[in-house]
């Protein structure tokens, strides 16, 4: 299996430019989750999905943010416009149901935003 | 709610030093418990876990035992390398919904 897929692996915008985040989860998992990683405020969860719907949404920052999964095979994370304090690690995890069962992550994308 | 606590860091230590990295937390019910671990620059990766009272998980030389009566779940190693140097967190899964409940993470930093 070749894990979470995410890409880019890094992302240089400039402020205002639109950025879009790819991610694909492992086969026959039907969670995905969106994670943003800063040093700051450290790991955060953004958003998850459930077969394809999105479960809870709280933790998008705001307006700017929106997520897509149109099939089980692939998610967006866009940003529109983007700025400076959007600048962080970005996570894709996907997991199947049932007690125990961890996450796998993927490698991330790093977005910078001058 | 839900809510786990970590020790916090940086923690350094030497070559083939013992390793205790302390995790505790509060959940209603019988959670589960993780360990992950990230290395500089990566996602992070599933260290190990226990699903239940007195089970201990164990990966690469890491150990940690699930203790309901303390609540606590403490990540141990006997004798670290300087490649476990990475971030590691502590969480948990209690409920109905998939969301894990993370901590803040710890820094370890072996010196050869």
């Known amino acids: 299996d070749a894990g979470v897929i995410q890409s880019p692996r890094h992302e240089v915008t400039e402020m205002g430019q639109e950025v879009t985040l790819r991610c694909k989860p492992i086969?026959?998992?039907?969670?995905l989750f969106w994670y943003r990683q800063t040093m700051m405020r450290g790991l955060e969860l953004l958003i998850y999905?459930?077969?394809?719907?999105?479960?809870?949404d709280s933790g998008m920052p705001e307006d700017r943010f929106s997520a897509k999964m149109p099939n089980a095979s692939f998610s967006t994370l866009k940003i529109q416009p983007s700025e400076p304090r959007d600048s962080a690690v970005y996570f894709c995890?996907?997991?199947?149901?049932?007690?125990?069962?961890?996450?796998?992550f993927g490698s991330g994308t790093r977005l910078t935003v001058v | 709610g839900n809510s786990v606590t970590q020790m916090e860091g940086p923690v350094t230590l030497s070559e083939e030093a013992f390793l205790t990295i302390n995790c505790t937390y509060t959940?209603?019910?019988?959670?589960?418990l993780f360990w992950y671990v990230q290395y500089p620059g990566e996602g992070l990766q599933l260290l190990l876990k226990?699903?239940?009272a007195d089970d201990k998980g164990s990966n690469k030389g890491f150990e940690a035992t699930y203790r309901k009566e303390t609540t606590s779940f403490h990540l141990e190693k006997g004798s670290v390398q300087v490649s476990d140097s990475a971030v590691y967190f502590c969480?948990?899964?209690?409920?109905?919904?998939?969301?894990?409940?993370w901590g803040l993470g710890t820094s370890l930093a072996v010196n050869p």
């Open positions: 995890a996907s997991t199947r149901g049932g007690a125990g069962v961890g996450y796998t």
């Open positions: 086969s026959g998992h039907d969670y």
């Open positions: 999905f459930n077969n394809n719907v999105p479960i809870d």
């Open positions: 959940a209603t019910g019988y959670p589960s």
């Open positions: 226990a699903t239940k």
């Open positions: 969480a948990l899964h209690a409920g109905n919904n998939r969301k894990l409940i």
